[in-house]
T-cell receptor, first 116, second 114 residues
Framework: KAGVTQTPRYLIKTRGQQVTLSCSPI?????VSWYQQTPGQGLQFLFE???????NKGNFPGRFSGRQFSNSRSEMNVSTLELGDSALYLC???????????????FGAGSRLTVL | AQSVTQLGSHVSVSEGALVLLRCNYS??????LFWYVQYPNQGLQLLLK??????LVKGINGFEAEFKKSETSFHLTKPSAHMSDAAEYFC????????????FGSGTQLTVLP
């Protein structure tokens, strides 16, 4: 069973540009969550999608957005990049969106974004 | 709001020694608690979870954790460290099994000395 796949794994952008990151969940999983990991702020929740609907959103500015497609694949977009957006962006999927029982989060390897 | 505090950002142990990584939680209701491990250039892997059943939880790779409500703790232990245990470990909390987001601690980098 394939795991959570994130693309690209590494990318470099400059300030002011925008970026789109992609996440393919485990087959059959309908919930996709995104987390930002930085040395200073640690792991922070960005948002969660379930059946193409955003169900939760963390405390991030509107420059951070996402969407989920009918096949459960998800993308997140960051517009007008700032230096502080440099981070590892982790995607995680779960079967139905809960976090216990069989519905634990399975994480991908992440997309490492560097903003110059 | 819930939170977790991991005491010690860096822990070093000798191979074969006991591993103890500390996690304390703050929650107004009984929490659900998790330990994840992250190896370099990889995502997070679930080690174990506490979901209000047994207070002693056994996970993968010989790790276990005990939920102590009186101490608001969920410390991670392993009797004998192996070189392959060197990684960063994160404690995380959520308030409900139906919740869809985790609040993570700041992480503990474990170094295993030969």
């Amino acid at each position: 069973k394939a795991g959570v796949t994130q693309t690209p794994r590494y990318l470099i952008k400059t300030r002011g540009q925008q970026v789109t990151l992609s996440c393919s969940p485990i087959s059959g999983h309908r919930s996709v969550s995104w987390y930002q990991q930085t040395p200073g702020q640690g792991l922070q929740f960005l948002f969660e999608y379930f059946s193409e609907t955003q169900r939760n959103k963390g405390n991030f500015p509107g420059r951070f957005s996402g969407r989920q497609f009918s096949n459960s694949r998800s993308e997140m977009n960051v517009s007008t990049l700032e230096l502080g957006d440099s981070a590892l962006y982790l995607c995680a999927s779960s079967a139905t969106g809960g976090l216990v029982g069989a519905n634990v989060l399975t994480f991908g390897a992440g997309s490492r974004l560097t903003v110059l | 709001a819930q939170s977790v505090t991991q005491l010690g950002s860096h822990v070093s142990v000798s191979e074969g020694a006991l591993v103890l990584l500390r996690c304390n939680y703050s929650s107004s209701v009984p929490p659900y608690l998790f330990w994840y491990v992250q190896y370099p250039n990889q995502g997070l892997q679930l080690l174990l979870k506490y979901t209000s059943a047994a207070t002693l939880v056994k996970g993968i790779n010989g790790f276990e954790a005990e939920f102590k409500k009186s101490e608001t703790s969920f410390h991670l232990t392993k009797p004998s460290a192996h070189m392959s245990d060197a990684a960063e470990y994160f404690c995380a909390v959520t308030l409900s099994g139906s919740a869809r987001q985790l609040t993570f601690g700041s992480g503990t980098q474990l170094t295993v000395l030969p």
